[in-house]
């Protein structure tokens, strides 16, 4: 019988990719993430291959991470994860996903928008040039 009980922030990440393109990461074994493994944010084409997420078998440990191993946030292009192993993650083994950002004010053309989740800050979230759609928070739907 395992039991496994945090009380974790995910303040950091065990690796960090920041608006990197054509990455490539092979042949790494991961025992341990204290938070976050692999983060991507704006970054184009990732490449994982036999990237093992796994205690060894005489750690007594169950589990290499408390959160997702690899999570990929406003990226682009081709994320190919292959001939790896994701063993026991507390979140996703692999994430991939934008971030939604909530309206708090409003006047005229301009609007305010804040992160709502209280592990998630610090990063531009537009571009000069992005098309931005809103939607609506209840449903998702886009907003004409």
Known sequence: MSF???????????TFFWQSKDLVLRNLDVHFLHGFGMVGQHS????MDDVDFEVPASS???TAGFADFIQMSDTKGLIDISNSTFSNPHD???NVHGTFLQVIHKEGRKVRVQ???????????FYP???VEFSLKNSLAPIA
Request: aromatic share 6%.
């Open 4 to 14: 496994q009980m945090r009380d974790t922030d995910r303040d950091h990440p065990g």
């Open 115 to 125: 992160y709502k989740h209280r592990e998630t800050a610090g990063f531009p979230s």
């Open 44 to 47: 184009e084409n990732i490449t």
């Open 92 to 94: 996703d083994p692999i």
């Open 60 to 62: 007594g440990r169950s």
């Open 129 to 131: 040039g992005d098309k």
